[in-house]
T-cell receptor, first 120, second 116 residues
Framework: GKSVGLHLPTLSVQEGDNSIINCAYS??????FIWYKQESGKGPQFIID?????DKRQGQRVTVLLNKTVKHLSLQIAATQPGDSAVYFC???????????????????FGTGTLLAVQP | GAGVSQSPSNKVTEKGKDVELRCDPI?????LYWYRQSLGQGLEFLIY????????KSGLPSDRFSAERTGGSVSTLTIQRTQQEDSAVYLC??????????????FGPGTRLTVL
């Protein structure tokens, strides 16, 4: 079965508030994690990633936190906007080929997703 | 530059018919992946290509499913004798696999398959 799961299937927040979406993973061999955003009728869109040698990474209005001790991943969205409404997936990377020179091909294991609903 | 494209965007077919789904990856991306997404579910890995070869077919749900990639670019996913449970969105992704390249998979918009 899937080794990545989400704690909250639906998250409703007020516009301007911060959002936190959580994710658990179980495969200790995973060393790379990605958050994707999927709007209705579209394919998943890359948001931010993090490697296992880091515990925090920041992007524009988004921060990903990784706690390897408890195998937990979270996505924080600051000042949530209506355009942030979507399903958010975490995914863990299982390397299919040996990493060389920093590049690798990977098989992503996705969680079931969290629906973020932003209330105006 | 252009992203991953897929065609058709929607496909409605009758049970028992064969269907072909097409994926055009980002130019220069050597790795290509197919996933399936059922309604309200996460993505299920189907198959992965490195160039024209498919070292991992472990996700294909049955022998009715096959995929090929020619010229290290376009890929087709074929489903023979479709069943209603094959109804889903089929997503394609590509990534670069070069020295110093990124692992990030970039997804196409998907093909929504409906089997009546």
């Amino acid at each position: 079965g899937k080794s990545v799961g989400l704690h909250l299937p639906t998250l409703s927040v007020q516009e301007g508030d911060n959002s936190i979406i959580n994710c658990a993973y179980s495969n200790s061999a995973s060393d790379y994690f990605i958050w994707y955003k999927q709007e209705s009728g579209k394919g998943p869109q890359f948001i931010i990633d993090i490697r296992s040698n880091m515990d925090k990474r920041q992007g524009q209005r988004v921060t990903v936190l990784l706690n390897k001790t408890v195998k937990h991943l979270s996505l924080q969205i600051a000042a949530t906007q209506p355009g942030d409404s979507a399903v958010y997936f975490c995914a863990e990377d299982l390397p299919l080929t040996p990493r060389r020179y920093g590049g690798a091909t990977n098989k992503l294991i996705f969680g079931t997703g969290t629906l973020l609903a932003v209330q105006p | 530059g252009a992203g991953v494209s897929q065609s058709p965007s929607n496909k409605v077919t009758e049970k028992g018919k064969d269907v072909e789904l097409r994926c055009d990856p980002i130019s220069g991306h050597t790795a290509l992946y197919w996933y399936r997404q059922s309604l309200g579910q996460g993505l299920e890995f189907l198959i992965y290509f490195q160039g024209n070869s498919a070292p991992d077919k472990s996700g294909l749900p049955s022998d009715r499913f096959s995929a090929e990639r020619t010229g290290g670019s376009v890929s087709t996913l074929t489903i023979q004798r479709t069943q209603q449970e094959d109804s889903a969105v089929y997503l394609c992704a590509s990534s670069s696999d070069i020295a110093g390249g990124t692992d990030t998979q970039y997804f196409g918009p998907g093909t929504r398959l409906t089997v009546l």
